[in-house]
């Protein structure tokens, strides 16, 4: 069975751009989250979607987006990109959402910001 | 909220050792415990989890203990391989309304000396 896959694997944007990450959970999995890590803060949860709802979102301001489509991938965007925002974005898929089930990672994209 | 605190943030072992990692978790209403290994370039690799019901669970070299009372958690690795040099993440779940939402531990650096 593939994993988890996510596009572009790297990327590069200037401040006051925006950017569309892409994820594709592991086939029959409906759950897919969003995780930044950087070194300062190491992995913080950005927000999770089930059946094209988000379900949980974390601590970031509104200038993170995502949603998910019909077929469980899930794109996240970031608009008027900030230094602050360069990190590995990671995108998680699990079977279901509301128990705390196993969820797998992808390689992540890696955003700089200049 | 959640908190998770990992430590130690940087082991180094001889290889054949056995290495431990200890996490704590501050909200009772965690009830899942995974364990993630992440190496350079990569994304998290779920290694093994535990839920509340459980007190210890094994897989082959690696082990998780959970003591609920105390809201502490560990990794044991036994006879360490140099393969083992990774960053590893303790993590914790409520599941419930929070979903899959994870709160991670600061990571540990476990280097794995031939």
């Known amino acids: 069975k593939a994993g988890v896959t996510q596009t572009p694997r790297y990327l590069i944007k200037t401040r006051g751009q925006q950017v569309t990450l892409s994820c594709s959970p592991i086939?029959?999995?409906?759950?897919v989250s969003w995780y930044q890590q950087t070194p300062g803060q190491g992995l913080q949860f950005l927000f999770e979607?089930?059946?094209?709802?988000?379900?949980n979102k974390g601590n970031f301001p509104g200038r993170f987006s995502g949603r998910q489509f019909s077929n469980s991938r899930s794109e996240m965007n970031v608009s008027t990109l900030e230094l602050g925002d360069s990190a590995l974005y990671l995108c998680?898929?699990?079977?279901?959402?509301?128990?705390?089930?196993?969820?797998?990672f992808g390689p992540g994209t890696r955003l700089t910001v200049t | 909220g959640e908190n998770v605190e990992q430590h130690p943030s940087t082991l180094s072992v001889q290889e054949g050792d056995s290495a431990v990692i200890k996490c704590t978790y501050s909200?009772?209403?965690?009830?899942?415990f995974p364990w993630y290994k992440q190496e350079l370039g990569k994304g998290p690799q779920l290694i093994i989890d535990?839920?509340?019901?459980?007190g210890e669970k094994k897989d082959q070299r690696i082990a998780v203990t959970l003591n609920k009372t105390a809201k502490h958690f560990s990794l044991h690795i036994t006879e360490t391989q140099p393969e083992d040099s990774a960053v590893y993440f303790c993590?914790?779940?409520?599941?419930?309304?929070?979903?899959?939402?994870?709160?991670f531990g600061g990571g540990t650096r476990l280097m794995v000396k031939p």
């Open positions: 086939s029959g999995h409906r759950s």
């Open positions: 535990i839920r509340s019901n459980v």
């Open positions: 909200d009772s209403a965690s009830n899942y």
């Open positions: 979607y089930f059946s094209e709802t988000q379900r």
């Open positions: 993590a914790a779940s409520m599941g419930g309304n929070a979903g899959n939402m994870l709160t």
């Open positions: 998680a898929s699990s079977f279901r959402w509301d128990r705390g089930y196993e969820q797998y």
